[in-house]
């Protein structure tokens, strides 16, 4: 009995020593210690960037294809074979440049005899005439009856109706020859020809003789959605609003404006169709290609951060803004992103610090300091 009191009198002597060393530092000096915890706070390396008011474009992005404003299947209005072609393939052409010549042997031969027809109605023509002043002296002299003078007259009358009617046809065949000879309606470039010399074409046929697309300008289309459609309409009526189409994959781009707002808006996906005229004079943009548009309807003056540095919370958005070493939790509210920045519309002047770095090991009211810019960033 007494070896158990023993025992358990250790046991309690334990415990009491465990619970003295638990609680030491109420019992040595507690507000000492925070004191001296509060003077080792942790200071935080962290990046800043400026929170800048600048002029900022209101714009869309978007997927657009390009589409040439001209394209041209060249056929053949003739049942002929091909005697030249004078154009590489895929050559840049200008309007009026020589591509095709036809065989207009038969056709030649088919204007000579029109040419001889209307040379013989043209001399009966002036027989007729000749009779007719005849008949006239005479029916004046009483020499002859008036029947006679309306028959002249009515045959020159008929060879008159005739020269017309051999000039119209002999007119057809030299339209008809000017099909044999097929030029380029305008500048461009050209597609592979689909026939060679020799080969034998029709109007029938369905592949063309070869396509011209023009190559500037050129028409992007794409669709923005309904919610941009009242901004972009105000900004067509003021001549602002510009399109830029970049080529995925390339730092090149072209510019041009705005050509056409199609007249409704698609109720199945809530988009409009936009057409932009672009110069293309550098032959940047080809058809058919995918290219990102960027839809800029105006400029304004607004509050610009790294979007970096925007974090996001149960609350909403908000900024870590550094200032006197410390950090303090600012909340924000983002209009929308542009090019890797995110424009402030509410919570922000411009001119503040704000952590673009560093955010994760940050509290409100963290100590801070700026890390150290390397040379020539």
Known sequence: MKKRNFLLTIAVLGIVAGMAFATRSSWMGGDAATAQGTHQQRVVSID????????????????????????????SR?????????????????????????DAR????????????????????????????????LVG???????????????????????????????????QKSFTIIRAPFAGRISAANVKVGNFVRPADTQPLATINQMAPV?????????????????IGKGYPKVVATVPGRQRSEQGKVAMVENTVDATTGMV????????????LWPGTIVQTKLIIRSEEAVVV????????????????????????????????????????????????????????????????????KAGA
Do not use: C
């Open 48 to 75: 800043l960037a400026k929170a800048e008011r600048k002029s900022v474009p209101v714009d869309v992005d978007a997927i657009g294809t390009v589409t040439p404003i001209s394209s041209v299947a060249l056929k």
């Open 78 to 102: 003739l049942e002929t074979t091909i005697v030249s072609v004078h154009f590489e393939d895929g050559a840049r052409v200008n309007e009026g440049d020589l591509l095709f010549t036809l």
């Open 106 to 137: 038969q056709i030649d031969a088919q204007i000579e005899q029109a040419e001889g027809v209307l040379a013989r109605d043209q001399a009966q023509l002036e027989g007729a005439q000749r009779d007719l002043r005849r008949y006239t002296e």
């Open 141 to 175: 002299k009483g020499a002859t009856t008036q029947v006679n003078l309306d028959n002249a007259k009515t045959q020159s009358d008929i060879l008159i109706g005739t020269i017309k009617a051999d000039q119209s046809a002999l007119d057809n065949l030299r339209v």
């Open 219 to 235: 028409y992007v289309t794409f669709a923005v959605p309904q919610r941009a459609l009242v901004d972009l309409r105000e900004a």
């Open 273 to 284: 169709t936009v057409r932009g005229i672009m110069t293309n004079e550098n032959e940047t």
């Open 306 to 373: 790294p979007t970096v540095a925007v974090q996001r919370s149960q609350n909403g958005n908000f900024v870590f803004v550094a200032k006197d070493g410390v950090a303090r939790v600012q909340p924000v509210k983002v209009d929308r992103t542009s090019q890797g920045s995110s424009v402030i519309s509410e919570g922000l002047a411009g001119g503040e610090s704000v952590v673009v770095d560093g955010q994760l090991l940050l509290s409100d009211g963290s100590r801070v300091e700026p890390r150290a810019r």
